[in-house]
């Protein structure tokens, strides 16, 4: 049997996790192949690899398997002709965002979207609501008012694997969301969506089957 010659990425379109490793690809100029999973009929295939069955998982043409989205990320900017995608998002503040984002607010995000889903969730929709934008939206808000990027002058890591998830919150109530005083915040949502790396990660791609993901040039942000 001939070994894969491209990284297959197991994915779910909508999904924040699969998207920014989907992001990281592309904008790394990494090619790779991607098997669209349907969640109610995971592939036997992804659970060998994987046995909790999460998206992503992207299996390496010599049989290591990347489990985790800030490892692929990590994986495909480890070659990236522009060293900056990485290097920036290991600062201690950016680190520090990630961690939020990926903790406190993406709990309360899942319990925002889904309101009444947790039997133990005790709070209000908007004191869920309020407790993720303090978790996390408020501190985008004062370090994207200080600079236009996570990365300073031009995006890092950071940027792409925060922007899914704000994007997520921001389409639970988009009229509110609009009227808070998050102008920077907005600004640099609005930048990500009107890029052409989120329009080729958003591509739609038939399922259950692999296909080679479609490329295009890395992205330049100034």
């Given at each position: ?6 990284p297959l990425l ?5 999904c924040?996790?699969?998207m920014?490793a ?6 790394a100029?990494?090619p790779f192949e ?5 969640l109610?009929?995971?592939p036997a295939a ?5 046995p ?5 998982v992207?299996r390496l043409?010599g ?13 495909a900017?480890?070659t990236a002709?522009e060293?900056?995608?990485?290097q ?5 503040a950016n680190?520090a965002l ?6 406190a ?8 979207k889904?309101?009444?889903r947790?039997p ?8 869920v609501?309020a407790?993720?934008?303090a978790?996390?939206?408020?501190p985008?808000?004062?370090r ?12 890092c890591a950071t940027?792409?694997a925060?922007f899914p ?6 389409a639970?109530?988009?009229?509110w969301?609009?009227?808070q005083p998050?102008?920077?915040l ?8 009107a890029?052409?790396?989120f329009?080729?990660?958003?591509a739609?791609?038939?399922s259950q089957?692999?296909v080679?993901f479609?490329?295009l040039?890395?992205?330049s942000l100034?």
């Amino acid at each position: 049997m001939t070994p894969p010659s491209l990284p297959l990425l197991y994915s779910y379109r909508r999904c924040p996790y699969a998207m920014r490793a989907r992001m990281a690809l592309l904008q790394a100029g990494q090619p790779f192949e991607v098997f669209e999973v349907v969640l109610r009929d995971k592939p036997a295939a992804l659970l060998q690899l994987s046995p909790k069955g999460t998206v992503p998982v992207l299996r390496l043409p010599g049989g290591e398997v990347l489990e985790e989205s800030w490892d692929i990320m990590r994986r495909a900017f480890a070659t990236a002709d522009e060293p900056h995608w990485w290097q920036a998002a290991q600062s201690p503040a950016n680190l520090a965002l990630l961690q939020r984002n990926d903790g406190a607010f993406k709990r309360d995000l899942d319990r925002y979207k889904y309101p009444g889903r947790d039997p133990d969730e005790n709070r209000s929709r908007e004191t869920v609501r309020a407790d993720a934008e303090a978790a996390l939206l408020l501190p985008l808000e004062a370090r994207l008012q200080a600079e236009r990027w996570l990365g300073g002058e031009r995006p890092c890591a950071t940027d792409l694997a925060i922007f899914p998830f704000v994007r997520q919150f921001a389409a639970v109530e988009p009229q509110w969301f609009g009227t808070q005083p998050l102008p920077a915040l907005q600004a640099w949502l609005d930048a990500w969506l009107a890029t052409p790396l989120f329009a080729a990660c958003m591509a739609k791609l038939p399922s259950q089957e692999v296909v080679r993901f479609p490329m295009l040039p890395a992205l330049s942000l100034r």
